[in-house]
């Protein structure tokens, strides 16, 4: 049917270089390195960390809770933090006057263009070896997680804020499946430190 929407596949990078990806971006200082970093890491979409709130943020518990308002679904979608992740958000310097993580020097949201201009910076410099863009990150992740763990396809999907089939839907709704999410997110934080020629995490 005509009315019916391809899907769009956006340019990610493959999950075997992702490790090198990542080297180089924490080498970046500036907002933006910090926002995708952050993305990459928490598998969700750029709007949500762009929009993201310290009031969103539990350290102690190592979680994000990130608004319907904020999220593709409209539905609360809580995010485990792995230990990489804590460690970025308490090394951020808090601007006055904002509750964002990571404000532009105007103290608003970054655009997107922010972030894809980084990346777009890194590919012309030759230190991305791909086209990319941000949003490719969730495939990167999927692909990974699909291909180099064991987790049910319910823990990954949910991971990715998506909603899972109906079988798992009651569970879902009443755990969200956190503590096995926050297991995988462990892992996928732990194999983004690895230099991409190390597959021996995997």
């Known amino acids: 049917p005509r009315g019916l929407k391809k899907t769009k596949h956006q340019p990610a990078v493959p999950y075997t270089s992702v490790g090198d990806f990542m080297a180089k971006l924490r080498s970046k200082n500036s907002t933006s390195a910090r926002a995708l970093e952050f993305l990459v890491m928490t598998a969700v979409r750029s709007g949500s960390v762009r929009m993201a709130t310290w009031d969103e943020i539990d350290l102690n518990k190592k979680l994000w809770s990130i608004p319907a308002e904020h999220t593709k679904a409209k539905r609360e979608h809580k995010v485990p933090l792995p230990q990489q992740a804590v460690s970025l958000l308490t090394a951020l310097p808090r601007m006055a006057g904002t509750a964002l993580l990571f404000p532009n020097p105007k103290g608003t949201a970054l655009s997107d263009m922010a972030i894809s201009q980084l990346m777009r910076g890194m590919r012309e410099r030759g230190e991305l070896a791909m086209e990319a863009v941000p949003h490719g990150f969730r495939s990167t992740f999927r692909d990974w997680a699909a291909e180099q763990t064991s987790y049910p396809d319910e ?13 798992v839907k009651e569970a879902y709704q009443r755990t969200d499946l956190l503590e096995k999410r926050r297991h995988l997110m462990d892992e996928w934080t732990d194999y983004l430190d690895l230099p991409s020629g190390d597959r021996s995490a995997s």
Do not use: C, F, Q, T
């Open 155 to 167: 823990i990954r999907k949910a991971a990715s804020g998506h909603a899972v089939g109906d079988a």
